[in-house]
């Protein structure tokens, strides 16, 4: 599509975050031929939460043949699962091959985004005070960028050190040292094992169990990389066929414990118990079907909870005293203390401060949950979209594909608009009832639904971060704009 009309009505576009979906945008308007927009990013470089979540081995469960943009696929990665630094190296070449570190302002948070009804415009406050006019705002933060650390009694009193998985702290040696970890979730098993070796012992409080599906990563010989250069088709195969096993996958989370759910759970309850010493295999098999939290992929988690410096508690821990924590009464002595406790996935789009018509904020909008079209778009507030929004987050297959689905509606929504010579888009709040009344009733028969505590959903119980299906139906769902739900103003 050639987005012409969009060229030349060259709107003001404000982007928050220059992560992965912030880059995808700023690339397809580039590509588009449409440089009037401006990202803001907090951090000093791009990558999101490819360049916060540094912490030892960390990587994606995604294989990286898929989880690269389309547009750039690079045909050398080393491995089936790269490792974070490859990953982030990756969005940092896409910014500087498609030029597009001129058009970010790091070190630059943005504040706030209020939308003026009378000029039709909103204006977007940066940490730096300044505040700018935009025509369009798109939020590109994500859901998982602000890092969730629990109150936990008498933290101040600890004499050693604490961080967050997602800050991790690369001047504190912890060879040798008594560490505990807080959470085992998809960040802490990425980083146990190898602390596990490095420490002198490892306490890691695990609040419920979680599914683990072997990783089984393996480097790509000389001979695959060449023919993933010389021969595109090949790589292209090879990434579709990534594709569609992964969205095979999704048969066994479609409609809660189905068949191929329960068989699924055999299987990893087999595989689990054999790889668990009898001394933790009853601690670390779930009580909840796979999927309904995020099933979480390792070669060696289980391996290391079996070792003889890693004692896996599931009590929970009650608080800190000077010298380590303190647990059903009894004090372990650790010299640091790791939280790997996930991050604030539900209230999307803060901290920013958003306004639209009428004066209402996003948050008060998203009370009790959020109600978009294709968590993209809201009604009241016009000219504002949201990439990796509200129910657009999936379990079995690539993000990236999601995001790039979501840049490509939105570039045909402002096309569109500039089509009509209209001054503003926004949803008919009549098509957001009835897109979220089609969502509620799709995710009411997924796994997700079931009865089992998870990031996808909020304090009342609502799944407000998954996407329903798959990853194809989103395609579907996304690939053309239906300009019957949308209002255009002059
Ligand atoms: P997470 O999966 O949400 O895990 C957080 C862990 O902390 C869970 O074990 C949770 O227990 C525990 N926890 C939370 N609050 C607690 C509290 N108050 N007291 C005790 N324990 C508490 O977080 P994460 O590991 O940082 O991963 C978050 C998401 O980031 C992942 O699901 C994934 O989407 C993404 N990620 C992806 C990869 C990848 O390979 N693609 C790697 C890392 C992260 P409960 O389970 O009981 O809630």
Same mark, same amino acid.
């Given at each position: 599509?050639?987005?012409?009309?969009?060229?030349?009505?060259?709107?003001?576009?404000?982007?928050?975050?220059? $992560?992965?979906?912030?880059?995808?945008?700023?690339?397809?308007?580039?590509?588009?031929?449409?440089?009037?927009?401006?990202?803001?990013?907090?951090?000093?470089?791009?990558?999101?939460?490819? =360049?916060?979540?540094?912490?030892?081995?960390?990587?994606?469960?995604?294989?990286?043949?898929?989880?690269?943009?389309?547009?750039?696929?690079?045909?050398?990665?080393?491995?089936?699962?790269? @490792?974070?630094?490859?990953?982030?190296?990756?969005?940092?070449?896409?910014?500087?091959?498609?030029?597009?570190?001129?058009?970010? /302002?790091?070190?630059?948070?943005?504040?706030?985004?209020?939308?003026?009804? !009378?000029?039709?415009?909103?204006?977007?406050?940066?940490?730096?005070?300044?505040?700018?006019?935009?025509?369009?705002?798109?939020?590109?933060? +994500?859901?998982?960028?602000?890092?969730?650390?629990p109150?936990i009694?008498g933290v101040?009193?600890f /004499?050693g050190d604490t961080w967050?998985s997602?800050?991790?702290?690369?001047?504190?040696?912890l060879?040798?040292k008594d560490v505990a970890v807080i959470g085992n979730?998809?960040?802490a098993? /990425?980083?146990l094992?190898?602390l596990a070796? &490095?420490a002198k012992s490892v306490t890691l409080f695990q609040?419920?169990?979680?599914?683990?599906?072997?990783?089984?990563?393996?480097?790509?010989?000389?001979?695959?990389?060449?023919?993933?250069?010389? =021969?595109?088709?090949? &790589?292209?195969?090879?990434? $579709?066929?990534?594709?569609?096993?992964?969205?095979? @996958?999704?048969?066994?989370?479609?409609?809660?414990?189905?068949?191929?759910?329960?068989?699924? @759970?055999?299987? =990893?309850?087999? @595989?689990?118990?054999?790889?668990?010493?009898?001394?933790?295999?009853? &601690?670390?098999?779930?009580?909840?079907?796979?999927?309904?939290?995020?099933?979480?992929?390792? !070669?060696?988690?289980?391996?290391?909870?079996?070792?003889?410096n890693v004692r896996l508690i599931?009590a929970p821990l009650e608080k800190f005293d !000077?010298a380590g924590v303190v647990t &059903?009464?009894e004090s372990i002595p650790v010299d640091a203390a790791i939280f790997a406790t $996930?991050?604030?996935? *539900?209230?999307?789009?803060?901290?920013?401060?958003?306004?639209?018509?009428?004066?209402?904020? =996003?948050?008060?909008?998203?009370?009790?949950?959020?109600?978009?079209?294709? +968590?993209?778009?809201?009604?009241?507030?016009?000219?504002?979209?949201?990439?990796?929004?509200?129910?657009?987050?999936?379990?079995?297959?690539?993000?990236?594909?999601?995001?790039?689905?979501?840049?490509?509606?939105?570039?045909?929504?402002?096309?569109?608009?500039?089509?009509?010579?209209?001054?503003?888009?926004?949803?008919?709040?009549?098509?957001?009832?009835?897109?979220?009344?089609?969502?509620?009733?799709?995710?009411?028969?997924?796994?997700?639904? $079931?009865?089992?505590?998870?990031?996808?959903?909020?304090?009342?119980? !609502?799944?407000?971060?998954?996407?329903?299906?798959?990853? *194809?139906?989103?395609?579907?769902?996304?690939?053309?704009?239906?300009?019957?739900?949308?209002?255009?103003?002059?």
């Open positions: 599509m050639s987005f012409s009309a969009l060229r030349h009505s060259s709107p003001r576009i404000i982007i928050a975050g220059a $992560g992965m979906s912030g880059l995808c945008l700023a690339i397809q308007l580039k590509r588009a031929g449409i440089e009037t927009f401006q990202v803001f990013e907090k951090s000093p470089d791009v990558g999101g939460t490819w =360049l916060e979540n540094h912490y030892p081995n960390s990587g994606c469960d995604i294989p990286s043949h898929l989880y690269s943009f389309s547009f750039d696929r690079r045909h050398d990665w080393s491995q089936k699962y790269a @490792r974070q630094p490859e990953i982030l190296n990756y969005f940092q070449t896409c910014a500087d091959k498609f030029g597009i570190r001129p058009f970010i /302002q790091f070190n630059t948070g943005i504040e706030k985004a209020i939308f003026d009804e !009378s000029e039709k415009i909103w204006y977007v406050t940066t940490s730096d005070g300044i505040t700018h006019e935009a025509d369009v705002f798109v939020s590109a933060v +994500g859901q998982l960028n602000r890092p969730k650390i109150q009694e101040e009193q /004499q967050h997602a800050r991790w702290r690369d001047d504190v040696d060879s040798g979730g998809a960040s098993i /990425q980083f094992p190898g070796q &490095q609040r419920s169990a979680n599914w683990i599906h072997p990783l089984n990563n393996y480097r790509y010989p000389a001979w695959a990389k060449w023919a993933f250069r010389w =021969l595109p088709f090949a &790589q292209r195969l090879h990434r $579709g066929w990534i594709f569609l096993v992964s969205e095979a @996958r999704f048969v066994a989370f479609a409609n809660g414990e189905n068949f191929a759910n329960r068989e699924y @759970r055999r299987w =990893l309850t087999r @595989r689990m118990k054999k790889a668990a010493t009898n001394e933790i295999r009853s &601690q670390v098999i779930p009580d909840y079907p796979p999927g309904c939290k995020r099933i979480l992929l390792s !070669s060696d988690y289980i391996e290391t909870l079996n070792r003889e599931s !000077s &059903q009464g $996930g991050f604030e996935t *539900t209230g999307f789009l803060q901290p920013m401060h958003i306004v639209g018509r009428n004066g209402l904020s =996003l948050e008060e909008a998203y009370q009790p949950r959020p109600h978009t079209l294709l +968590g993209m778009m809201n009604a009241g507030f016009p000219n504002l979209f949201m990439l990796y929004g509200p129910n657009t987050n999936l379990g079995h297959n690539s993000i990236i594909f999601m995001v790039e689905c979501q840049v490509n509606f939105v570039l045909k929504c402002l096309n569109a608009k500039a089509q009509r010579k209209s001054q503003l888009i926004e949803p008919k709040p009549e098509a957001v009832e009835e897109y979220d009344h089609q969502l509620q009733d799709k995710l009411e028969a997924t796994i997700w639904a $079931g009865d089992c505590a998870s990031w996808y959903k909020n304090a009342q119980g !609502s799944i407000v971060n998954n996407w329903w299906g798959t990853a *194809t139906a989103f395609w579907r769902r996304t690939r053309k704009v239906d300009e019957n739900q949308l209002k255009f103003e002059e």
